[in-house]
C-alpha cells in the first residue's frame, strides 16, 4: 500500500518545486499509477489549487494543464477536430472512463512510460512539455532525459494541419499495448512514432510521396531500425512484426484520407 507522512495542498508553483526537491517527496497527478506502489512517501504534493486544468486554444496552439484529465482529452472536440479524432481513438482503451476521469495528462506524460499510448500520440503531434524551472522542452527531447526533477505544468501542441493516423495492437480489449504507431503527415513529411516496444517511443521522419511503394519501405525500413524487447505481453520479434503491420495500415490510412 502506498503511504504518506504529510499532505501538502500547493499555494503556489515555487511552494511546490521546492518542496519536490527533496528526495522523499512526491508530485501527485491523478495518482493511479502511484497507488500502485508500496512506497512511504514524506509529503505528497496536490497541485489542485494552482489552476492546472482545462485546455486553453490559442490561435498557434493548445495549451493543456497538467490535471487535464484523460477523459477531457478524449472528449475534447476541437482537438479531436483538428486531429482527426486521434486523441479519442488513442485514449478510449485505457482502462476504463471511471479511470480515465482521474488519469492527468501531467501523470501520463511526465511518466513517460514505456507502454503509453498518450506519449506515441504527442510525440506524432510534436508536442513539448512546459516544466516550472527548465522552461518548455519538446517532448522527443523530454523521452530521452533521465530523472527530471521539475514540475510539469502544460503540455503544448503546436497547431498543424496534420493528416494523423493511430493504431494499437493489444491482447484483450483494455490491456497494456503490445505495441502502438501514431503517424502524422505534413506536406511531404511525415512522422512516424512507434510506442510500447515496450520502452519509451521514439519518432522516425521520412518524406512520404503518395506511392504505396513508399509506405511499404518506410513500415520495412521503421521495422528494421526500433529497437524491441520482450515481455510477458509479446516477444521482441513479434512486435517487430507487429511494427512493420502497423506502420503500414497508419501510412495507407493517411493516404487513403488525402485521397478522398
Ligand atoms: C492499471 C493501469 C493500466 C494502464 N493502462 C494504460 C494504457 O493502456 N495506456 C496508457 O497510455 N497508459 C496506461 N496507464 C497509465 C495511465 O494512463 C496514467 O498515465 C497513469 O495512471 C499516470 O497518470 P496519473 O495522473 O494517475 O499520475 P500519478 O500516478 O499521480 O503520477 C505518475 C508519476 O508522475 C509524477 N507526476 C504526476 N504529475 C506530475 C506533474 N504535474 N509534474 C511532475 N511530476 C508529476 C508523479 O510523481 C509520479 O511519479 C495505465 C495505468 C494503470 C494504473
Not at 95 to 116: D, E, K, M, P, W
Not at 156 to 169: D, E, F, G, T
Not at 241 to 256: G, Q, S
Request: with cysteine; proline share 1%.
Amino acid at each position: 500500500m502506498l503511504t504518506f507522512n504529510r499532505y501538502l495542498r500547493a499555494t503556489s508553483l515555487e511552494e511546490a518545486y521546492t518542496e519536490a526537491q527533496k528526495k522523499s517527496s512526491v508530485v501527485l497527478g491523478g495518482g493511479m499509477w502511484l497507488r500502485l506502489g508500496k512506497r512511504r512517501i514524506g509529503t505528497a504534493i496536490d497541485l489542485s489549487d494552482l489552476g492546472l486544468c482545462g485546455v486553453e486554444e490559442t490561435e498557434d496552439s493548445y495549451r493543456i494543464g497538467a490535471y487535464t484529465t484523460l477523459r477531457d482529452l478524449e472528449c475534447h472536440a476541437a482537438l479531436n477536430t483538428q486531429y482527426s479524432g486521434v486523441l479519442r481513438e488513442s485514449l478510449r482503451a485505457i482502462v476504463g472512463v471511471q479511470f480515465r476521469n482521474l488519469a492527468t495528462v501531467g501523470g501520463s506524460v511526465f511518466g513517460r512510460f514505456g507502454f503509453s499510448d498518450v506519449v506515441t500520440v504527442l510525440l506524432a503531434l510534436d508536442a513539448s512539455v512546459e516544466l516550472y524551472k527548465a522552461g518548455v522542452v519538446s517532448l522527443e527531447r523530454f523521452c530521452t532525459m533521465g530523472r527530471v526533477n521539475d514540475i510539469l505544468t502544460h503540455v503544448i501542441i503546436p497547431k498543424r494541419s496534420l493528416s494523423v493516423s493511430y493504431h494499437a495492437q493489444r491482447n484483450s480489449a483494455t490491456d497494456f499495448p503490445v505495441l502502438n504507431v501514431c503517424a502524422a503527415r505534413n506536406g511531404e513529411q511525415v512522422t512516424v512514432c512507434v510506442g510500447a516496444r515496450p520502452a519509451r517511443a521514439v519518432a522516425y521522419r521520412y518524406t512520404l510521396d503518395g506511392t504505396a511503394g513508399k509506405a511499404e519501405r518506410i513500415a520495412n525500413e521503421i521495422a528494421s531500425r526500433a529497437v524491441f524487447d520482450s515481455n510477458t505481453r509479446a516477444t521482441a520479434r513479434y512486435r517487430r512484426h507487429l511494427c512493420c503491420v502497423l506502420v503500414r495500415r497508419a501510412l495507407d490510412d493517411i493516404l487513403e484520407k488525402e485521397e478522398a
